[in-house]
């Protein structure tokens, strides 16, 4: 299981402040925590930041940077942004995110081309969030086709069944289990990747529910958190 710990959000009150602040000991401490918790990247987000997005980003980056060995995600809703930062980063890093939104897609595109990178593809185009397995799967198809004709590896691109919580609707967690499952049956040598926690939103004692929905580790599992809880997610 990879991990990527999602800590680092402006949209989040006390990342936030640290950002207005430039406090690069409250971003070094708490990237250092899910570093050692087990995530295998730290994702970075200052979409909330609107205006300054840019040049607090890149502050992010470098503390992140200097802070681990662990690569980057890189997190906006901005290509440009993407675009001008996956060109700094040390490591190779992912790029989070594309979906098979017309318009998204295409911007994106100059961004995994400017160099090699993993990729989270969210399942989803422009009539939104899917709710049936074929319409995912759909979206499915033409991100891996589109993807891989840009230039990108099928084992670099990271499918996002979008799971949604089961609060809303209880045949949402089987939704999601069997577009993972008909998303590796094909595409052999595609990842997927999921905000697991979203299955529980809304739910008491949530971490049950993510953790029956992760299911047991697998003897290729080196996850120190065996019930599946990401340390980006919030306490």
Request: with cysteine; glycine share 8%; net charge neutral.
């Amino acid at each position: 299981m990879l991990i990527v710990g999602e800590r680092i959000n402006t949209s989040r009150k006390a990342v936030n402040e640290a950002v207005e602040k430039r406090d690069a000991a409250y971003i070094t401490g708490d990237v250092q925590k899910q570093a050692k918790a087990g995530a295998h990247y730290i994702d970075v987000n200052a979409g909330s930041r609107i205006g300054t997005e840019m040049k607090d980003l890149t502050w992010l980056v470098e503390i992140a940077e200097a802070a681990v060995e662990v690569p980057l995600s890189l997190d906006s809703p901005d290509p440009k942004v993407l675009q001008a930062l996956i060109k700094k980063v040390k490591k190779k890093p992912m790029i989070n995110s594309t979906t098979a939104e017309k318009d998204r897609f295409e911007a994106m595109k100059a961004v995994v081309k400017e160099r090699d990178c993993e990729i989270v593809a969210l399942c989803m185009d422009d009539r939104g969030i899917p709710s049936a397995v074929d319409r995912a799967l759909e979206n499915a198809h033409f991100l891996a086709n589109n993807l891989t004709k840009a230039g990108v590896p099928i084992q670099s691109i990271h499918l996002d069944p979008m799971i949604q919580p089961v609060s809303v609707n209880d045949k949402n967690g089987l939704l999601a289990l069997e577009t993972i499952r008909r998303i590796h049956q094909e595409f052999p040598g595609v990842k997927t990747v999921c905000g697991l926690s979203n299955v529980s939103y809304g739910l008491p004692k949530r971490f049950l529910v993510d953790r029956g929905h992760r299911g047991p580790p697998g003897p290729e599992d080196d996850d120190p958190h065996p019930g599946g809880r990401d340390p980006g997610w919030p306490g």
